[in-house]
């Protein structure tokens, strides 16, 4: 299909598939926007876009609900044109910059499809002259993605970049993220983490709830005003907790690596009913044709509890992340 001079190709992969894959590919409509590939293992699905983005616009386990937000209403007027979030989970490039990171990607992407793994890509950005490439693959049986991002400089000129993952969540749960082990004064002499805050940041709001494990900012409708935190992950894990089901990232620290917004490679936001967890890659110079890439892997849990005490949530979290190292 040829829609606005950008060919979409979408392989048909289940007459390519052997009969004892677990794996199904089929075309379904898009929440509002088209059609998507669907990928299907009996106990999870992923919808992806083909005429917007590169986007991930559904995650959830199959016939239940989606894990992953859809805000079409939502848009951003800038010099290089309206920018839409639409929802589910998106590529950019960091640090954060107006208008360079709002390239409008409302337009069909490039569609590739190989076993158990799709591959979008977008036309390269007219202005900033990158061209975003995410790979979602689905594993054969339990609820695992992998979810490549690619970012490569097509400009004549270096670029310094860093892959900067966001997946807009479905209303109403709670970002989890892990504070370092705890080691007393007398053994710790250095400080282990780096935080970063932004000028609306307030750690007194109620939406904060911050312990001796866990950082956690919850969802409220109520509460318009924004609220953002970064924090250098070594942990590897950061998740959302809503109704019951907890959604785990897992994705590396690299020690040698410099990281965007003073040396962060985790990030949590919320304003109102909008929620985003995002992670980051190292912060890299890229020649011309040159990329980087940052990956992150996804787990999906139902039944799961969210108590109120760090102590009692580190021991209902403990056998769910022992399954996604």
Request: proline share 6%; with cysteine; charged share 20%.
């Amino acid at each position: 299909m040829v829609r606005n001079g950008l060919i979409v190709v979408v392989v048909a992969l289940a007459c390519a598939l052997p009969a004892a894959a677990e794996v199904t590919v089929d075309r379904v409509p898009c929440p509002g926007q088209g059609q998507c590939v669907r990928l299907a293992n009996g106990t999870v699905d992923v919808l992806v876009a083909t005429e917007i983005g590169p986007r991930i616009v559904r995650y959830g386990f199959v016939g239940g609900d989606n894990l992953l937000g859809w805000v079409p209403e939502a848009s951003v007027n800038t010099d290089l044109g309206q920018w839409r979030p639409w929802g589910g989970h998106r590529l950019w490039s960091a640090p954060e910059h107006m208008p360079r990171s709002y390239s409008p990607d409302n337009d069909p992407v490039r569609v590739e499809v190989s076993g158990r793994t799709v591959t979008l890509t977008q036309a390269v950005e007219p202005k900033t002259g990158i061209e975003k490439v995410l790979t979602v693959t689905l594993a054969e049986t339990g609820t695992e993605v992998t979810v490549g991002h690619r970012l490569v400089n097509r400009n004549l000129w270096d670029i310094q970049v860093a892959p900067w993952a966001l997946t807009i969540m479905n209303t109403g749960g709670t970002i989890l993220l892990p504070q370092e082990p705890y080691a007393s004064h007398d053994d710790a002499l250095q400080p282990v983490r780096a935080m970063t805050l932004w000028a609306y940041t307030d750690l007194s709001d109620p939406r904060w709830q911050i312990g001796p494990k866990f950082l956690r900012l919850r969802t409220d409708a109520a509460r318009a005003g924004s609220q953002k935190v970064g924090i250098a992950n070594r942990q590897g894990w950061a998740a959302y907790h809503r109704n019951g089901h907890l959604f785990v990232k897992r994705y590396d620290w690299r020690d040698s690596a410099t990281y965007p917004d003073f040396g962060v490679n985790t990030e949590a936001y919320t304003a109102g009913a909008f929620v985003e967890l995002e992670t980051l890659g190292a912060l890299v110079s890229l020649a011309p044709g040159a990329s980087a890439t940052h990956d992150e892997r996804w787990f999906l849990f139902r039944g799961v509890e969210q108590p109120a005490t760090d102590d009692a949530l580190a021991t209902v979290l403990a056998p769910h992340l022992k399954v996604t190292r």
